[in-house]
């Protein structure tokens, strides 16, 4: 069984940065689609930006440009690299897991199956 564990979030200022660490244990990085997600208080999950298991990513049109995922397959870990943080980007943060996703369903929530226990991120000056 797939285990993800999430660090990194804290709070910033507007325009600040973050990077969001996802450890993977039980299984191999490299065989699963793997994504970023966020939900805001009051507001549905999000799709954020997620990477398939060749390693193309899909980013949402809100983080484009700003938002980085990465993945190191030595440490089974996945990065999001977050710069020019905006206050609407404040929302507790998951890394999720799924084994062969097409590319048009990788940033939606109810395709996968395996989630961390998130990290918060708030942004506020």
Not at 21 to 45: E, I, N
Not at 116 to 123: A, D, F, L, R
Request: aromatic share 10%.
């Amino acid at each position: 069984q797939v285990q993800l564990v999430e660090s990194g979030g804290g709070s910033v200022q507007p325009g600040g940065s973050l990077r969001l660490s996802c450890a993977v244990s039980g299984d191999t990085l490299s065989s699963y689609s793997m994504g970023w997600f966020r939900q805001a208080p009051g507001k549905h999950r999000e799709g954020v930006v997620a990477i398939d298991s060749e390693g193309t990513p899909s980013y949402a049109d809100s983080v484009k440009g700003r938002f980085t995922i990465s993945l190191d397959n030595a440490k089974n870990t996945l990065y999001l690299e977050m710069n020019r943080l905006k206050p609407e980007d404040s929302a507790m943060y998951y890394c999720a897991a799924e084994r062969g996703l097409a590319w048009w369903l990788l940033l939606v929530p109810s395709r996968y199956s395996h989630w961390g226990q998130g990290t918060q991120v708030t942004v506020s000056s």
